[in-house]
Every structure is written in structure tokens, then in C-alpha cells.
């Protein structure tokens, strides 16, 4: 991770984690996600909660 709380330029989010987010914002349910990327709604769980804690950290070093 960047120094000094400096996240410009860096992806913190994986593509898969991405595609999650943005399926997610688009008020799709776990169980669509699941079915639209061939992933079990499991998987899909843990891309939601591994998104959500970087957005907390994120969130901590502004």
C-alpha cells in the first residue's frame, strides 16, 4: 500500500471485487451476482465483505 495514506493511482480492489461492487450498486442480489459471474452466492459473500473492509480502511486513512 502507498505511504502516507497516498491511494492515488493504486487499485485496491481486485477486477472480480470490482465487478462485484459495481453489480452490487446496481442493486443486484447475491443471489443474481452469483448466477451472472458462475461463482456460488458463498464467493460472492466474501467479494462483498472483502470490499466493504477496504472501503473501511480506505475510510480510516482520509
Do not use: C, P, W, Y
Not at 442493486?27 to 466474501?46: G, M
Amino acid at each position: 500500500m502507498a505511504s502516507g495514506g497516498d491511494l492515488r493511482g493504486k487499485s485496491l480492489l481486485t477486477n472480480r471485487e470490482r465487478e462485484v461492487f459495481e453489480l452490487l450498486v446496481q442493486d443486484k442480489t447475491t443471489k443474481e451476482i452469483a448466477k451472472q459471474l458462475f461463482v456460488s452466492e458463498k464467493t460472492v459473500r466474501n467479494h462483498i465483505s472483502n470490499v466493504i473492509h477496504i472501503l473501511v480502511l480506505v475510510r480510516d486513512l482520509i
